[in-house]
Structure formats: C-alpha cells, structure tokens
C-alpha cells in the first residue's frame, strides 16, 4: 500500500481539497460576521471564490487523469468536496451582492432625505 492511496483509492489530492474547503467556509464567516470590514470587498469576494473554483476543477480533472494512469479508483470524497467548494463559493457571492445592494439601497434613502425627514426622491 503506498502513501498516495488508501484500499486502492487515490488520495493525494484530498488534503488540498480539505484546505480550499476551509478557505471557503472561512471566507462564508467573513461574509457574515465581518460585513464592515474594509478588506472584504467584491473584488476580495470574486477573486478568492472563482480562483477556488478554478483550481479544485483542474485538481479533479487532472486526479481523474493520474487514476485512471496509475489504475486506482477515483476518490469520491474529493468529487464532494469539489462540489461543497463550489457551493460556498457561489453562495460567498451571492450573500455578498445581496447584502450589498441592501446596504446601497439605505445609503440611497438616507441620502436622499432632507433634514426635515420628507423624501422628495433625488436632486439633479
């Protein structure tokens, strides 16, 4: 039995798939708790979840290609961690863009409000 594989399963792959996982749901409690934060931005948000995204898809096509080499059988807990990965990942940005666009809806209304409270819409 070698290192790389456990009950002739291939298992190399899966402690970077247990790390983006943790980066993803690391970033989900960001999201959540640490809306203020200067450095949760959208570009941070993208960035990290489509690079995860990226990522784990070439590891898991290139496991398929070393098992399928190396005549082993895939790794399934890879294949669902892919999956959670990409899920936390859209929703990071989903619950980002939607948070953001409430938090710009009440900037717009605080703004555009006079100082006696009577909202007459936006000034040109």
Not at 14 to 34: D, E, G, S
Not at 60 to 79: K, R, Y
């Amino acid at each position: 039995m070698n290192s790389f594989e456990a009950f002739s399963t291939f298992t190399l792959m899966r402690p970077i798939f247990i790390t983006f996982l943790a980066l993803a749901l690391i970033l989900l409690i960001a999201v959540v708790l640490f809306r203020t934060q200067k450095w949760i931005t959208a570009f941070t948000i993208s960035v990290v979840s489509i690079i995860s995204i990226v990522v784990c898809a070439q590891l898991l096509f290139l496991e398929g290609i070393i098992v399928d080499e190396l005549n082993l059988s895939g790794d399934p807990a890879s294949m669902y961690m892919f999956f959670a990965i990409t899920l936390l990942s859209i929703l990071n940005l989903l619950i980002y863009f939607l948070d953001w666009g409430k938090g710009e809806k009440a900037l717009e209304l605080h703004t555009s409000t006079d100082d006696s409270g009577a909202g007459r819409g936006h000034c040109l």
